[in-house]
């Protein structure tokens, strides 16, 4: 499908002071625009062409999956601010009361994330399969969706999304976010259907559910134990876990002791007995 600029559902000046119409422009009006144009040229004629964007970003990588997680996450951060900010509704504030202990501590949690993330990425409120809330800091263009967490709410905390209004004061860009954030919108995402995704990844979500520093733990745990790339000894291909072998049936994230026994080298055909950890 041809991506095409999703509409901004406010004026270009809404937002001011707190993000000006300056950034508006370039954020919203060049960078999107440049990723959506991106994504159109790298997917024409290839099987990309036919998929959903969420189904590109789960099974992508490289410029593809780069392009088409900054399509979606900026569409979906757009829609989480309003003009018209109101306060909190009740229900989300009692799910945050359960997973965080209190609004507060999700708000200095949610917002140290943000401000930690080493150079640009975004920052996730996100819900496993179960309802639990979790705090996601993502690199780049990560998604919280390739790890089975339905997003709900995200801040863009690449350079861009604040460079013009608040120079190198990141911190002070995601406190005066915080303030336009749709919090309606946040619970209306909640009450939506799970997305597919959820129950395909189930199980890395049941290692997330005791919270963001635990799964941060386990995460490099798994990566440093899973995440070593092999390489074919006959023709020098190398299986990266984390691009997987989405043409052969492989997802994303698939260590290669779990590679099935038939597998074979994509490159040159030859069996998994070929191949040796990259140094
Ligand atoms: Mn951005």
Same mark, same amino acid.
């Given at each position: 499908?041809?991506?095409?600029l999703?509409? !901004?559902?406010?004026?270009?000046d809404?937002?001011?002071?707190k993000?000006?119409q ?6 919203? *009006?060049?960078?999107?625009? +440049?990723?959506? /144009?991106?994504?159109?040229? !790298?997917?024409? *004629? ?8 969420e ?6 990588s ?5 392009? #088409?997680?900054?399509? %979606?996450?900026?569409?979906? $951060?757009?829609?989480s ?13 009692d799910?945050?009361?359960? /997973?965080? *202990?209190?609004v507060?501590? $999700?708000k200095?949690?949610?917002k ?9 990425? %975004?920052? %996730? ?18 998604n919280?969706? @390739? #790890?089975g967490l339905?997003?709900?709410l +995200? =801040?863009?905390?690449w350079?861009h999304a ?7 004061? @990141?911190?002070?860009?995601? /406190? ?6 749709? %919090?309606?919108?946040?619970?209306? @995402? ?9 129950e395909?990844t ?5 290692? +997330?559910r005791? *919270?963001?520093?635990e799964?941060?733990?386990?995460? =490099? ?12 000894v006959?023709c &020098?291909w ?6 997987g072998?989405p043409?052969? &049936? =492989?997802?994303?994230? +698939?260590? $290669?002791?779990? !590679?099935?026994? /038939? ?5 040159? &055909?030859?069996?998994?007995e070929?191949?040796e950890?990259? @140094?």
């Amino acid at each position: 499908m041809i991506y095409t600029l999703p509409p !901004l559902p406010y004026a270009p000046d809404a937002l001011e002071p707190k993000m000006s119409q300056e950034t508006i422009e370039y954020h919203y *009006g060049k960078h999107l625009q +440049t990723y959506i /144009d991106n994504l159109n040229r !790298l997917c024409e *004629g290839t099987p990309y062409a036919e998929m959903s964007l969420e189904d590109i970003i789960l099974t992508a990588s490289g410029p593809v999956f780069n392009n #088409a997680a900054q399509v %979606w996450n900026h569409t979906f $951060f757009f829609n989480s601010l309003t003009p018209k900010p109101e306060p909190m509704p009740l229900e989300l504030k009692d799910y945050l009361i359960r /997973d965080f *202990g209190s609004v507060e501590t $999700f708000k200095e949690k949610f917002k140290k994330a943000a401000t930690d993330i080493f150079g640009s990425g %975004w920052a %996730w409120l996100a819900q496993d399969g179960d309802g639990k809330l979790h705090i996601i800091q993502e690199s780049n263009a990560g998604n919280p969706m @390739r #790890a089975g967490l339905k997003p709900l709410l +995200t =801040i863009d905390v690449w350079e861009h999304a604040y460079y013009i209004d608040y120079r190198n004061r @990141r911190a002070a860009f995601v /406190d005066n976010c915080w303030e336009l954030i749709d %919090w309606k919108k946040v619970v209306e @995402r909640m009450h939506e259907p799970d997305p597919k995704y959820i129950e395909e990844t189930v199980v890395v979500a049941e290692t +997330t559910r005791d *919270g963001f520093t635990e799964m941060m733990a386990e995460a =490099i745990m798994e990566d440093e134990k899973d995440m070593q790339k092999y390489v074919c000894v006959t023709c &020098g291909w190398v299986y990266d876990p984390e691009e997987g072998d989405p043409e052969n &049936g =492989i997802d994303p994230g +698939t260590p $290669f002791k779990d !590679l099935p026994a /038939d597998w074979t080298c994509p490159a040159c &055909g030859v069996g998994k007995e070929y191949f040796e950890p990259e @140094r």
